[in-house]
């Protein structure tokens, strides 16, 4: 790499900080407000509060129930963290039913660029899983798991007139790479030994959105009362591609289509959990979730960024 | 299991306790109606939101299809209906006009938007 080259990379990523605008709080671009997703994490930073998250959904190994708590706070205008953590049941054919803590999620997240005209934000995100914070017999792994991982979101309002009953679609999306801090675990029992590797896995899906409240407040009033003047029928896409230690390309993912209604303080999501192949499953699973926006409801507590003000 | 039951009531005793304020101030309706064709021409614009408005940073302006301000430069909150808008007009010639609005809810919460209504003979 020559100093010009360096130099011409500085000045980008100088050009890009100076334009970063501050976003203002939970799923605002511009005119456009997009929900929190179930499945895929969304670009925004946010003063929010999923409370529960429930999924369940049999597998070959049996029924597993997901209850899901996660926090986000905004540090800065651009800059948040959260924490995340799952109680998990487990009902293996045979054996005694399994509850308890998946490993604890931290995460870190930087809103880098924010176009409120063409309703455009990325970010970029740092979650780690602290291994051995959970329980093993549950799944929770021994080891930590850091993904680094680019979102991205855009709602397409600034398409032409002639198609714009497609303004209310946005999408949001995730590509990362979950990387663990150890290749493989060995286990050993009396007369064997096995051994399960860890791959690294890419991380990617997005969800596609059509904004009920958009399209009646920016394209047309159509004259949809409550509670469907609140509706974002949502599809999510989320898939892992193991890249490596004899596991590549054996991608698994679920199809999840669904229903969000927002509305002033918190929103409600339904979806269905649909695997794509037989590696991810062979039954239709469902996850629901609560969630809420605290800058909203408490906003002398959550209304503003820990630093540097923004509403 | 039990635990988690208390850790929820006990969260949700914690927040019930502490103040409540308003939301984002979301466009509900608009009058003439988002996307709408009218063969009267309007004498105003008015605005309902989902939430109470802070009428010094609450505004709306009405261009047509050059981008030239039709209105009457006078939007104000209704004094008796805090989270109505409203905005009088130049007699409208038939064309597509463009509504703007910005507004801050009482919370202190800025939303923004846009749409377009046209007259017709």
Known sequence: ?311 | MKSVSTAVVTLAILLAGTTVAGAHAFLERADPRVGSTVRTPPAQVRLWFTEPLEPAFSSVQVVNETGQRVDKGDPHVDPATPRLLRISLQPLAPGTYKVIWRVLSVDAHVTEGDFTFRVTR
């Not at chain 1, 590509?175 to 009396?190: E, F, I, N």
């Open chain 1, 1 to 311: 790499m020559t100093l010009r080259t360096l130099l011409a990379g500085c000045a980008c990523i100088l050009v890009l900080a100076v334009s970063v605008r501050p976003a203002s709080a939970h799923g605002f671009v511009g005119k456009r407000f997009f929900p929190a997703t179930l499945v895929i994490d969304d670009p925004f930073v946010a003063d929010e509060l999923s409370l529960p998250t429930v999924s369940y959904i049999k597998t070959p190994d049996g029924k597993e129930t997901d209850f899901e708590f996660e926090f986000s706070k905004r540090i800065t205008a651009n800059f948040g963290v959260s924490v995340n953590e799952t109680l998990i049941r487990l009902i293996a054919p045979g054996q005694t039913p399994r509850t308890g803590f998946g490993n604890l999620e931290m995460g870190g997240k930087y809103q880098f660029i924010l176009s409120e005209v063409h309703e455009t934000i990325l970010s970029l995100g740092l979650d780690a899983e602290i291994g051995g914070t959970g329980r093993k017999a549950v799944g929770a792994d021994s080891f930590s798991t850091f993904t680094p991982a680019l979102f991205y979101g855009k709602g397409f309002g600034d398409l032409p007139e002639p198609v714009s009953f497609l303004r209310p679609l946005a999408v949001t999306g995730v590509l990362g790479v979950a990387l663990p801090t150890k290749a493989k675990s060995v286990t050993v029992t009396d007369d064997d030994s096995e051994i399960e590797r860890h791959p690294h896995v890419l991380q990617w899906g997005f969800a596609i959105e059509y904004s009920i409240p958009y399209l009646q407040s920016v394209v047309k009033d159509v004259g949809l009362p409550a509670p469907f003047n609140r509706m974002i029928p949502v599809i999510e896409l989320s898939f892992q591609t193991p890249l490596d230690r004899g596991q590549g390309g054996k991608t698994t993912g679920t199809v999840n289509p669904g229903i969000i209604w927002a509305g002033q303080f918190f929103q409600i999501g339904l979806e269905a959990i649909i695997p794509i192949n037989d590696r991810s499953g062979k039954n239709v699973g469902v996850i629901g979730q609560l969630h809420f926006f605290l800058d909203d409801l408490f906003p002398k507590i959550f209304g503003r960024p820990l630093f540097g003000g923004g509403a």
